[in-house]
């Protein structure tokens, strides 16, 4: 069992920045594909991004690209995404999730959620 605790939502203006956190909690976190994913009001879940095991390999879906930064730290079992020059498009509840094996981008594929914390970018 592992547990996921996001941090660092807020309210930012467009153009401005803001760092997720997730901490992880339970078992080995370092076994774990890390993901972000975000769903604004009457949308689906969507994909954000994702990192590997050993924090070499990154994914992010296109419009985010070059904006959004995920990094772990598995010495403090923490998940971040860094998100820069934010749009009102960004605005969402974003989640982290933890995957043992499976399909980056497909949330069915992941074995455990945080509770979500919400993203609001003003124009």
């Known amino acids: 069992q592992v547990q996921l605790v996001e941090s660092g939502g807020g309210l930012v203006q467009a153009g401005g920045s803001l760092r997720l956190s997730c901490a992880a909690s339970?078992?080995?976190?370092?076994?774990?594909?890390m993901g972000w994913f975000r769903q604004a009001p009457g949308e689906e879940r969507e994909f954000v991004a994702a990192?590997?095991?050993?924090?070499?390999?990154?994914h992010y879906t296109d419009s985010v690209k070059g904006r959004f930064t995920i990094s772990r730290d598995n010495a403090k079992n923490t998940v971040y995404l860094q998100m820069n020059s934010l749009k009102p498009e960004d605005t969402a509840v974003y989640y982290c999730?933890?995957?043992?094996?499976?399909?980056?981008?497909?949330?069915?594929?992941?074995?455990?959620w945080g509770q979500g914390t919400q993203v609001t970018v003003s124009s």
């Open positions: 990192i590997d095991r050993n924090n070499e390999n990154t």
């Open positions: 999730a933890a995957m043992s094996s499976g399909i980056y981008y497909y949330s069915g594929a992941y074995d455990y």
């Open positions: 339970g078992r080995t976190f370092s076994l774990y594909v």
